[in-house]
């Protein structure tokens, strides 16, 4: 008599391949999520730095070394910029840092100009 159906260890060795996997795409789905994370925020970096550049070209301030924080919701980026006197008179070198945590670790883009002054 001929039994039909699967074994014991059959089961076993199906029912892991199957954890294996699903630990497999879990694990991805993470480091998706992550890496999606890291671009919205190295992009949301770029536009306040932008914006932070467009601010300094209207104001006209003295002070050689200015931070802040941009405002909620975005108040996890911090602004630093710092000016000094170009080789050329009448330019002004430009040097923007924006800086954020991100999943324990500092992230910053640093982006420099010359403008016109006077």
Known sequence: MKRSG??????MLALSIVSISLVVVINS?????RAKTSVANHTKAM????QKLFDLKIEKKE???TEGIFDAPLDNFHWLVETESALFEG???I???????????????RTTTYLKRG
């Open 6 to 11: 699967f074994t014991l260890l059959e089961l």
């Open 29 to 33: 789905f993470s480091i998706i999520v």
């Open 47 to 50: 536009f306040l730095a932008e």
């Open 63 to 65: 002070e050689r070394k």
């Open 91 to 93: 330019l002004e070198k």
């Open 95 to 109: 040097s923007l840092s924006v800086s954020w945590k991100e999943h324990n670790h500092n992230k910053k883009i």
